[in-house]
């Protein structure tokens, strides 16, 4: 005969037991016996000490020490980091009329026959850059004057850019006593046996640029004029045309 235990049996038996037959170990029965406050405060009290414990270890004589990379970098303030509300200064803010740089006089001595007129290049920017131009042929000589003014954003600027250029030319000079200061350069070059002298004189005035170009043929015996003229008509219109843009201040 077989024994089938009922539900009464295995709900017993499969329940822990305490006491002298119990089948838990003995501390579980122990915090069982307690009342549910006491048995809590048993439970978490290990917790508290061992986080106590911890606290002391890392806050406390023992604590380590943070490193100096680990402290915080203080905030810039508002003050240091504002940008500057200065300008650079302008001397020069537009460029004047280029056709009026050079007077008459200056026109028919070293253009032979041009409108003492001119022709104002067409620019895309007026206020920063302007150029004139006269050319004639007179008999077998041929002559061309080009003046530009150029207007920088400042002082610097414009001595940058009057430094890179005349590292383009080498060759020439100073030219003493124009502008702030000023280059010359005369080249010779031969296009089908025909020669043409071409000088380049710039000046730096503040943050303005003076460049004047003058150069010359003679299709006859297609020769050049020679280095002196070309060099002296170039200064002699560089120095008109930076005492008219001084003037126009």
């Not at 029965?29 to 048995?39: E, I, M, Y």
């Not at 809590?40 to 061992?50: C, E, F, K, S």
């Not at 077998?140 to 030319?169: G, T």
Request: proline share 7%.
């Amino acid at each position: 005969m077989h024994f089938r235990p009922t539900v009464t049996h295995v709900t017993l038996a499969s329940r822990p037991q305490c006491g002298l037959l119990r089948t838990v170990p003995h501390e579980k029965c122990a915090l069982r016996s307690l009342p549910l406050p006491l048995a809590l405060t048993a439970r978490l009290l290990p917790v508290a000490v061992l986080a106590s414990a911890g606290w002391a270890l890392t806050s406390g004589p023992f604590g380590a020490t943070p490193t100096a990379e680990h402290k915080p970098t203080p905030k810039a303030t508002d003050t240091a980091s504002a940008p500057s509300t200065s300008a650079a200064t302008k001397t020069y803010t537009a460029s004047p009329a280029p056709c009026g740089g050079v007077p008459e006089a200056t026109v028919k001595s070293l253009v032979p026959g041009a409108k003492t007129a001119g022709q104002e290049i067409a620019s895309t920017d007026k206020s920063v850059r302007r150029t004139c131009s006269w050319n004639a042929l007179k008999g077998f000589d041929y002559r061309w004057l080009d003046v530009s003014y150029e207007i920088k954003a400042s002082d610097e600027a414009a001595q940058k850019s009057y430094k890179d250029r005349i590292a383009d030319k080498s060759g020439g000079g100073a030219v003493p006593g124009l502008g702030d200061t000023a280059y010359s350069v005369v080249n010779l070059t031969t296009e089908d046996k025909q020669q043409t002298r071409e000088g380049v004189v710039m000046a730096r005035v503040s943050n303005a640029l003076v460049v004047i170009t003058y150069n010359g043929s003679d299709f006859e015996t297609k020769k050049a004029p020679g280095t002196d003229e070309i060099n002296k008509g170039a200064i002699k219109a560089a120095k008109d045309a930076v005492a008219a843009l001084e003037k126009s201040q």
